[in-house]
Structures are given as C-alpha cells and as structure tokens.
C-alpha cells in the first residue's frame, strides 16, 4: 500500500511564489492526508488562507471537487501536475465600504479644522 504522494504543483500562469528559477513545486503529502490538510501546506507555503486554495488538475484544468475531509489519495494519483489558483477573498458589502469613505471624509473634514 502507498503511503506517499508525490505531485507537482503550479499556477495558472506558470508562476510559484516560492520558485523562482523554475514554474513549478513538487510536494510529497501522506496518502491518507485530506483535501484540506493539503490545501493547509500550500496556503502556508504561498502566504494564503487555505479557503483561498483552489486546486486544478488534468486538461484542460478542472476543479477538484470533494469535500476537507476526501482522502487526497482519492483525488490524485502519484506523480499528478496540479494547478493552483488563489481565490481572492470577498469584497466586504457595498454599505460597510460607504460608511467607511464617509468616516474618512468625515475626519478629513474635522482635521482641516484644526
């Protein structure tokens, strides 16, 4: 039985924040890690939340589907090139960023009193 998987790892346009001469990472995880222990490693290694994590793989690059908890030995075979891609976080709702232009208008205002 394996107890290693080896994939390769890239972004969608061929970068990897932590590889600079070459496009491309190779990670060896435990076979019975999960999807989220996996998307935990990579966040840590590119600065990111694990949420933002978002994973790709064959072609063309589709999203892996599965919950946290799948087995990552159920999405990925040995030796697999994935795709990263960060998803960037949501922009808060349009009324919190109205108040805050307004506050900061308001305190404009009140330091050119003074």
Request: contains cysteine.
């Amino acid at each position: 039985m394996q107890t290693d998987i080896s994939f390769r790892l890239r972004t969608g346009d061929g970068h990897h924040p932590l590889v600079v001469i070459t496009n491309q990472k190779t990670y060896t995880v435990r076979a019975n890690d999960t999807l989220r222990t996996v998307q935990e490693i990579i966040a840590k290694d590119v600065g990111s939340t694990p949420e933002a994590v978002q994973l790709l793989y064959g072609y063309p690059p589709k999203k892996i589907t599965g919950g946290p908890d799948t087995l990552i030995k159920n999405i990925i075979h040995n030796s697999d090139s994935l795709v990263l891609e960060l998803i960037p976080p949501p922009l808060p709702p349009a009324s919190i960023i109205s108040q805050s232009c307004h506050y900061e208008k308001k305190d404009e205002q009140t330091n050119a009193g003074v």
